[in-house]
């Protein structure tokens, strides 16, 4: 099944994985983005990090869709507070690496489908209940079982038993519950209270990448009652238990900070947020506490931040798009983010197989002028892409061989054109297909343009008139054009960015794309020991794709933000969001 | 009198019922679905998705839904948001800004709308009255996102005046810059209807008679004049209140105010059927009740008018 689609997603973790300072150095090359290179990122790394702060830092928010259940929140403006509530197993740094946050370690058998987990000693929550094996496994269970409706249920399927506790879900989605059904993962094994084990449904070698995410965040033990919607028994008499309603209206967490007092969650204006003293933590705040201020429209969020009352913004409205940088300066954020543009010619169309494709792919890709089409179209909000990821992944290369194919030559692409054509003379027109319910027709005019302009061929657009339409004619391999793909990572690894898209048998693979020499690079990457080290390979089966071009890609779309006079030690995670215990003030 | 009151009152039962159906229908025949929506753009688990849409009786047909609505509002419990919260807590909690900024933009358009309007009118074709043609004609013609974001940017962010936002806190000194936006177009309608009024009624025959028999200017303005040529401006002001509260949206949206309109905006974008109709249900109420008091108004200033 793919959980995974293709725009930008809503859905996204509010982690804090930071940028590296050098692949922002490298990043900007995209218009008026380049002038951002020194911005708050490597202002904040001069100001030194560790620097220790008592000012109140207001950020921007927006109401949480539901109340701050972590296995409940799938969308970002829940996220990014739960984040600062809660403590997971792992958490990402500001380098795009996966830290150990309440896990003190968790490893791996040989084939990668066992997982021990040794929690830290001596954690409790904020309300003094201990953080053991118990308040993970107890969480995870409630989040997994489809008859607890939670949100993020599904991302708990890897583990072994998902399938099984809701085979009867599956079976028919209307299912009641009844007294002796499975309502726990069998994957899940106590062994004492500070050590686990997670047993998966399949070898599953990066999995301690993705338990950064807020599904995977524990849950205390005075936050279950009996279900009494559902009051039914295990096969061992065990009621059933949820998250008390309540909880979620004041939810009391593990992480750096806590509630400020009962209620400090006002609906629709903002939420107060104190350091949390129990919290002992790698992630030790760096400020007095947080604000997020809950604001609709965005042109009040930069109004806001220019009168002051702001601190940081992860969003600027289109209307400022070229006037924030003048208006902030050194504060304006544009750097590139973490949603990958492209677009995909199935190699079953004609001419696009063998030799020949490749040459017409290679051709096509160096006759798409990106950069000015970033700085035209976008406003210097996209940065051209120069991989198939996002600068904001640990390992990121700017320099992969053979990516000299993502720059604009129109020599290279007419020989290119030429070379192909002496193999098989090129007919008809070109033609990009594209969802017509969003605005993705300007840039592929554009792209289609440029190619026209270079190649001399025919092109043309074709509209689709949604998304879903789109997407069908996609999955049914029935698309008889190249069309626009876009992706964005669900855990920061180089790995989600390739083997869902290009794997063979991927689950997204729309172009059917198949490489062993790709995939066993895949592979390999996944059991090395850190980021670093498994992105050499995952860069060395890049070197494959920029030959091949099962797509091409386009840009990336940036993080564009800004930060007020008051506050330095910005740094902005994965997820775009600012890592916000970073975030220092002096009051 | 009082048969009369509680005539109008009774009147509202139906409009009541009619008002929360229409709006029911039309939440409900929004496109897309709120469940799917939910999920973002991930795939949806038809198990979850299923439980909560039993949760909320969106798996009934619509006019099961609409009575199992009701019978929630006759025992007070007017549902819950797809977030978990009671609508009665999300009503509480936006009226008492709204009616706070409503009232607040009243005052605004009443006061200044009446006071230039009376000058302009009795000094009809002078400079005043000129003045302050071209300047309802501009408050008129420039949309009030306009007004809004200059206003922010000149008294908010050059010169730090007022605040921007008003966020949580919710204050005289906050609201003042919204109310005034809000009450800008209908106060230009004041002053032109007040102006043309007063012009109209001072040179009628009664106005020139207690002008014939002596009696002071100021006698002549205040007892004849006024109490006359505001009957109109009162009409408008009382059925303004209900548009005053209902069409805060983009007033509320721009200075961040926390109310039924931003509040309204919220549900209608997350197809919260219950929210949507308990909000705009108790607009359409406002809306009652603010005509009504119009209409007593009326036999009050003008004692040949009887209310049966």
């Known amino acids: ?587 | 009198m009082g048969w009369y009151i509680g005539r109008r009152l009774l009147q509202m039962i139906p409009v009541f019922l009619g008002a929360t159906l229409l709006v029911y229908a039309m939440v409900f025949l929004l496109p897309g679905d709120p469940i799917v929506a939910m999920f973002g753009e991930r795939q949806v688990n038809a198990a979850v998705a299923n439980q909560l849409r039993a949760q909320y009786h969106l798996d009934k047909p619509f006019i099961i839904q609409y009575l199992l609505y009701l019978k929630g509002v006759v025992t007070g419990n007017f549902g819950m948001s797809y977030s978990g919260r009671p609508v009665s807590q999300i009503v509480a909690q936006a009226y008492p800004v709204t009616v706070k900024l409503a009232v607040m933009a009243l005052c605004i358009e009443a006061i200044f709308g009446v006071v230039l309007g009376v000058i302009a009118g009795l000094r009809r074709g002078g400079w005043f009255d000129s003045t302050a043609l071209v300047l309802s004609m501009l408050l008129i013609a420039v949309p009030t996102f306009v007004m809004g974001f200059v206003l922010q940017t000149l008294l908010g962010i050059k010169l730090q005046w007022l605040p921007v936002t008003v966020g949580g806190e919710v204050s005289v000194k906050s609201l003042l810059m919204p109310a005034f936006v809000l009450a800008g177009v209908s106060m230009a309608y004041v002053l032109r209807l007040t102006r043309n009024s007063v012009a109209e009624v001072s040179t009628a025959d009664y106005v020139r008679t207690a002008t014939a028999k002596g009696l002071s200017r100021h006698t002549v303005v205040t007892k004849h004049i006024l109490r006359n040529s505001l009957i109109p401006v009162v009409t408008f002001l009382g059925a303004d209140l209900g548009n005053l509260m209902g069409g805060a949206i983009v007033t509320e949206g721009i200075f961040n105010v926390p109310g039924v309109g931003n509040a309204l905006y919220q549900a209608i974008l997350k197809s919260e059927g219950s929210t949507v109709v308990s909000l705009v249900t108790i607009l359409v109420l406002v809306f009652i009740i603010a005509n009504l008091v119009v209409d007593l108004l009326y036999a009050a200033l003008d004692p040949r008018i009887r209310l049966v």
Request: with cysteine; glycine share 8%; proline share 6%.
């Open chain 1, 1 to 587: 099944m793919t959980r995974r689609t293709h725009t930008i997603r809503r859905a996204r973790r509010s982690a804090a994985i930071g940028l590296v300072a050098a692949a922002a150095m490298a990043l900007t090359a995209c218009g008026s983005g380049a002038k951002t290179t020194s911005s708050s990122t490597a202002a904040a790394g001069a100001s030194g990090s560790g620097g220790f702060t008592n000012g109140i830092v207001t950020l921007r928010g927006g109401e949480p869709q539901n109340p701050l259940i972590p296995t409940n929140t799938n969308e970002v403006f829940g996220a990014r507070i739960e984040t600062n509530l809660f403590a997971g197993l792992v958490y990402y740094d500001a380098d795009g690496e996966t830290q150990m946050d309440a896990a003190e370690s968790i490893t791996p058998n040989a084939d990668y489908t066992v997982f021990t987990v040794k929690l830290r000693s001596g954690m409790t929550f904020d309300n003094g209940d201990p953080v053991d094996a118990d308040s993970f496994i107890n969480a995870w269970n409630f989040g997994a079982y489809e008859g607890n409706a939670q949100l993020c249920a599904d991302f708990f399927q890897p583990i072994q038993g998902y399938k099984e506790e809701n085979a009867p879900f599956e079976a028919d989605s209307n299912y009641k519950p009844k007294d002796g059904d499975v309502v726990t993962l069998s994957g899940l094994k106590k062994v004492d209270d500070l050590d686990f084990t997670i047993t998966m449904a399949q070898a599953t070698p990066d999995w301690p990448v993705h338990l950064g995410y807020n599904a995977y965040d524990p849950l205390p033990k005075s936050a279950f009652v009996k279900n009494t919607t559902t009051p039914i028994t295990d096969a061992a008499g065990n009621p059933l238990m949820t998250v008390d309603p309540a909880y979620g209206e004041n939810p009391v967490g593990n992480g750096p900070y806590k509630l400020k007092g009962q209620g400090a969650w006002q609906h629709n204006v903002k939420i107060d947020l104190v350091p949390s003293k129990t919290y002992d933590g790698p992630r030790k705040p760096h400020n007095g506490g947080l604000t997020y201020e809950f604001i609709t429209e965005l042109e009040t969020v930069y109004s806001d931040l220019l009168a002051g009352n702001l601190d940081v913004t992860d969003e600027i409205p289109e209307s400022a798009f070229t006037t924030f940088e003048s208006d902030l300066g050194s504060r304006a954020v544009n750097l590139a983010g973490t949603n990958f543009q492209s677009f995909t010619i199935p190699s079953r169309l004609p001419h696009f197989s063998g030799q020949e494709g490749q040459l017409r792919r290679q051709a096509l890709s160096y006759a798409i002028d990106r950069a000015t089409i970033c700085k035209t179209i976008f406003n210097g909000t996209r940065t051209p892409a120069k991989d198939f990821s996002s600068p904001l992944m640990a390992g990121y290369s700017a320099n992969i061989p053979g990516n000299e194919v993502l720059s604009y030559n129109p020599t290279k692409a007419k020989q290119l054109w030429a070379q192909a054509d002496a193999i098989s003379k090129w007919s008809g027109t070109f033609e990009i297909a594209y969802n017509g319910d969003s605005s993705h027709g300007q840039w592929v005019e554009a792209v289609l343009n440029s190619i026209n302009q270079v190649l001399g061929i025919k092109t043309a657009p074709k509209v689709y008139p949604t998304f879903q339409a789109m997407r069908t004619d996609v999955t049914d391999r029935k698309i008889q054009t190249a069309f626009r793909t876009g992706w964005q990572a669900d855990y920061p690894s180089i790995y989600d960015y390739l083997a869902p898209l290009y794997g063979t048998g991927g689950g997204s693979n729309d172009g059917d794309y198949s490489n062993t020499d790709f995939d066993n690079l895949l592979t390999e990457g996944l059991k090395q020991k850190t980021a670093d080290e498994s992105a050499v390979y995952y860069n060395q089966a890049q070197e494959i794709l920029m030959k091949e071009l099962p797509a091409i890609p386009l840009w990336v779309q940036n993080i564009v933000g800004g930060s007020s006079t008051k506050v330095s030690n910005v740094k902005w995670g994965w997820d775009t969001v600012p890592i916000a215990y970073l975030i220092e003030k002096p009051e």
